[in-house]
């Protein structure tokens, strides 16, 4: 691609301060330590807040095989999950992409991106708008934790104006 697209999103590291209006970011950095199991397993205790249970909710535990994506790619929609929270866990250490924008109704204006470092992890919180999974480089596979039970949980909205993930605004990032 040559040259800057108009829509194009500024791509920012993931980070839990960056994150936090969003939701969780799913790390072992800073994270509280139980050593048990006889001190052969360390136990990375309480990394998110798993929000399932609106309506009746359970947790569901799925596994989500994301197929790559690749740049420049076009961000036409976002979704959201009213009911519950919705939690991301790679299984490789491969780096992800992440489109959010607030709770509430949608503002185009306020979607933001991130790379992850590959292994971080994300929960959306409650109804926070965000781009179905956005792989990259090879097929991926996510442990992904979400709601399960009655109602409506799943809010499509097409945004006026398409948005562009870009190599040059990756390449930025990850300066």
């Known amino acids: 691609m040559n040259g800057v697209r108009t ?3 500024t791509i920012e590291p993931l980070t ?11 790390e072992l950095e800073s994270a509280r330590q139980i050593p048990i199991n ?8 309480d990394l998110a807040r ?7 909710g359970r947790p569901l535990v799925n596994v989500f095989r994301g197929q790559p994506r690749t740049l420049p790619f076009e961000v036409t929609m976002l979704e959201r999950h009213p009911l519950g929270s919705q939690a991301f ?3 490789t250490d491969r780096p992800y992409l992440v489109v959010v ?3 509430g109704p949608l503002a185009p204006d306020a979607v933001r991106a991130f790379v992850t470092r590959g292994w971080q992890g994300v929960n959306y919180a409650k ?10 480089d090879a097929i991926s596979d996510f442990i992904v934790i979400d709601r399960g039970g009655e109602g ?8 006026p104006e398409s948005l562009w993930l870009t190599q040059e605004a990756m390449a930025a990032a990850q300066r």
Request: hydrophobic share 45%; with cysteine.
């Open 101 to 103: 924008a607030p709770a």
């Open 50 to 56: 798993v929000d399932v249970g609106d309506g009746g």
């Open 127 to 136: 109804g926070v708008w965000h781009h179905p999974l956005i792989a990259l």
């Open 38 to 45: 006889s001190g052969t397993t360390m136990r990375y205790h």
């Open 16 to 26: 839990r301060a960056a994150f936090a209006p969003f939701g969780d970011v799913i």
């Open 7 to 9: 829509n194009s999103l």
């Open 152 to 159: 409506a949980n799943c809010d499509e909205q097409v945004l």
């Open 89 to 91: 866990l790679p299984m």
